[in-house]
């Protein structure tokens, strides 16, 4: 069915007990979470809208898994928590976040699945879809001409692929072979719009178009997203450019909880059902012996104290929306994620050249050309 | 002060369109963070030939040929910007930045205020019409971006400020919007400062008067001028905004108070231009201070025709505008 297949990995991406173990926690601890976010927007304890990922838990927590600290994610978009929970930021500011309260995440200013963490190389996404898969490119453009050891992630929806965007950020991307790794989830689902009626020719499939792979993977396999992400992330530091990874699942709730998305086959979802994506890698890690009600109960108590603690949290102050629309100080650059798949301490892939972290070029050097050795593509 | 050297810092006399150029070089060359991309901006040195010789000195990753994509073009040098780089990317001619419109008002201007991070970024505007362009070649777009929070608009009208302005723009650390009108690249020549100059972010004094205000920026500066020269010495004041965001409001409201008639020239079309939020500011805060009615000359809201005549017809000429101003100054 492809065009072209994806080169293998260079090396075979293995996790260990402890990979796995918080793999597992990082799917619970996405489930549970929005299960809350539910609970809260319908007590009314949250305003505007709450939106979950129910059944594409795998996707967001399994391609951030392979990403060391020094990639950038842009962005996580609606049903993405996992990808936060992977980069480490704090479950009490994402609740604070959507509670509208005072949080450092966003200080108010946005809600439900708008958020970053600039401490964490994760930059928040915009509602125009695919937008920051354009910014992602950039990012990576960036690093390529700076010769540094990372890539730039960004996600983006089956039904994104079909605004101009997308097309200009995969020929840029492809043209100039920037480092960057491009996650499609496709849930079927644009809305309500199914991809009958969203383009004649899938995502992957086009990828050979723009002079990249295009690799179709099980998003409902949680260690298997994250080998498709790790081949990536590995071509993309080799120099050989972008890939587009498509994880086909299927969104197992309405698009936000406002939605009873009667449109939507009941077969349809009960065949999906069993492949839960969670009950499914908790019987495989039940089976190698791992205490899953172990790992369940610990998320559990993590989110019952964040909740609490988010709760108690005040709002706001009114009279700072209008503080900061300018920089006035010299930019912050972005900081650095949790990595915790265990490889990246094995290796050195997990760490950028040198110190050379957003914002300051290697010192020394007059050009962009001759920053640093030549460890990205030699084009 | 020492008798060796004391002089002022040393000018060249440059056109519009080479003082750009300066800038870019000298920025280029303190600033190795700093980089060009857009259409046909490599060896070929832009549809202006305002990147002409760059390619030559900083090579194809700091001037860099992009495919015809203006969102790809503005939405990469936000990413690259969050990066720590400084990109100026050149919009062919500022008519076209309405596709790639997405990326600067809900990805560039939002970004500091929704996340902390900084865009710095300079988006290059060949604008304006006056030499038979047609609809889509000679637009005035910068009311689009001044009502984008979060963007800052520069227009300048000299050589000298071209260049000022242009340099500070790539040092300020958020995404700006950067008019230079193609009508004035060649036909606008002045003395500018060597080497690194820098101009704030404000209005200036063009030409003192008493008894009128004309405030204008960009090409109808020199209209403006050419109309007030019609008058007897220090009657008409012409005020030359240079910045539209920041809008220098004190010194609008300094020039109105002291002359109490103001007239507010926009080359764009006329509803919601720039002018009409001089307007707005005059009539809320000089209010007392006026001996007349606040008199705009802007363009019909009509798109640019191509025809000479047709033309002519659209954009505010200086007999237009002299004639706004003697009606004003008898009132």
Not at chain 1, 235 to 251: F, K, V, Y
Not at chain 1, 278 to 297: F, P
Not at chain 2, 305 to 314: K, R
Request: hydrophobic share 45%; glycine share 10%.
């Amino acid at each position: 069915m492809l065009a072209e297949s994806p080169a293998p990995p260079s090396t075979v991406p293995s996790l260990n007990r402890a990979d796995r173990e918080a793999l597992l926690g990082f799917l619970v601890g996405m489930r549970t979470f929005e299960e809350r976010g539910v609970a809260l927007y319908k007590q009314g304890r949250t305003p505007g809208s709450f939106y979950d990922g129910r059944g594409q838990e795998a996707i967001s927590v399994g391609a951030a898994f392979a990403l060391g600290p020094d990639d950038v994610i842009c962005s996580p978009l609606i049903r993405d928590l996992g990808a936060h929970l992977v980069r480490g930021t704090d479950l009490t500011e994402i609740i604070r976040h959507h509670l509208g309260r005072d949080n450092r995440l966003s200080r108010g200013r946005e809600g439900n699945v708008h958020f970053g963490d600039v401490d964490r190389g994760v930059v928040g996404m915009v509602s125009m879809l695919p937008d920051m898969m354009v910014v992602a490119v950039g990012l990576a453009m960036a690093f390529r001409l700076r010769r540094e050891r990372r890539v730039a992630l960004t996600f983006f929806g089956e039904g994104a692929t079909s605004p101009g965007a997308w097309h200009e950020a995969m020929n840029f991307a492809g043209l100039r072979r920037e480092p960057v790794i491009l996650v499609c989830e496709n849930n079927g689902l644009a809305y309500s719009t199914p991809s009958s009626a969203q383009f004649a020719v899938g995502p992957a499939e086009r990828a050979a178009a723009y002079g990249m792979p295009g690799v179709v993977v099980d998003g409902n396999d949680v260690e298997a997203v994250f080998a498709a992400t790790h081949a990536a992330r590995e071509r993309a530091l080799r120099g050989d450019g972008p890939t587009l990874i498509e994880a086909r699942t299927m969104r197992m709730n309405g698009h936000g909880s406002h939605d009873d998305a009667r449109y939507v086959d009941p077969e349809l979802l009960a065949a999906w059902a069993e492949r839960d994506p969670i009950a499914t890698y908790e019987a495989r890690l039940r089976a190698d012996g791992i205490d899953v009600d172990a790992i369940r109960a610990a998320v559990l108590a993590r989110l019952d104290a964040a909740v609490e603690a988010a709760l108690a949290t005040p709002l706001p102050d009114p009279s700072s929306a209008t503080e900061g629309l300018f920089c006035t100080t010299e930019p912050r650059p972005l900081g650095r994620g949790d990595a915790p798949w265990s490889g990246h301490a094995a290796t050195s892939s997990g760490a950028a050249a040198g110190d050379a972290a957003a914002g300051d070029p290697p010192a020394g050097d007059t050009t962009i050309e001759g920053a640093g050795p030549a460890a990205g593509s030699p084009r | 002060m020492s008798t060796l050297d004391t002089t002022a810092p040393a000018t060249a006399t440059m056109t519009y369109l080479q003082a750009i150029t300066d800038a870019l070089r000298v920025e280029m060359r303190r600033d190795e963070r700093v980089f060009v991309l857009g259409e046909d901006v490599g060896a070929f040195g832009g549809a202006f030939k305002a990147t002409e010789g760059l390619f030559d000195e900083f090579g194809a990753d700091r001037v860099q040929d992009t495919p015809i994509a203006e969102a790809a073009i503005i939405g990469t040098s936000v990413g690259a910007a969050l990066a720590g780089l400084r990109p100026v990317c050149e919009v062919q001619f500022a008519d076209f930045v309405a596709t790639g419109f997405d990326q600067l008002v809900n990805v560039a201007g939002k970004m500091h205020w929704r996340t902390g991070l900084a865009v710095p970024m300079v988006l290059r505007l060949p604008s304006g019409g006056g030499f038979a362009g047609g609809p889509f070649h000679s637009q005035n777009p910068e009311a689009w971006f001044m009502h984008a929070p979060g963007l800052k608009v520069l227009a300048p009208s000299t050589p000298a400020d071209a260049k000022g302005m242009l340099s500070a723009a790539i040092r300020d650390h958020n995404p700006v919007c950067f008019l230079e009108h193609k009508h004035l690249y060649r036909r606008i020549k002045g003395e500018v400062p060597v080497g690194e100059h820098l101009e704030p972010f404000t209005a200036r004094v063009a030409r003192a008067g008493e008894e009128l205000t004309i405030v204008a920026y960009g090409a109808m500066l020199h209209l403006a001028l050419e109309a007030a020269a019609r008058f007897e010495p220090g009657r008409v004041e012409v005020l030359d905004l240079r910045s539209l965001v920041p809008l220098d409001e004190e010194a609008i409201l300094a020039s109105v108070r002291r002359t109490s008639k103001v007239l507010i020239v926009d080359e764009a079309n006329e509803t919601c231009a720039a002018g009409a939020q001089v307007a707005a500011l005059v009539a809320d805060r000089a209010f007392s201070d006026l001996d007349g009615p606040v008199r705009r000359v802007a363009a019909p809201d009509v798109p640019i025709p191509f025809s000479p005549v047709l033309e002519q017809q659209v954009l505010p000429t200086a007999d237009r505008i002299a004639e706004a101003a003697r009606e004003l100054l008898a009132y």
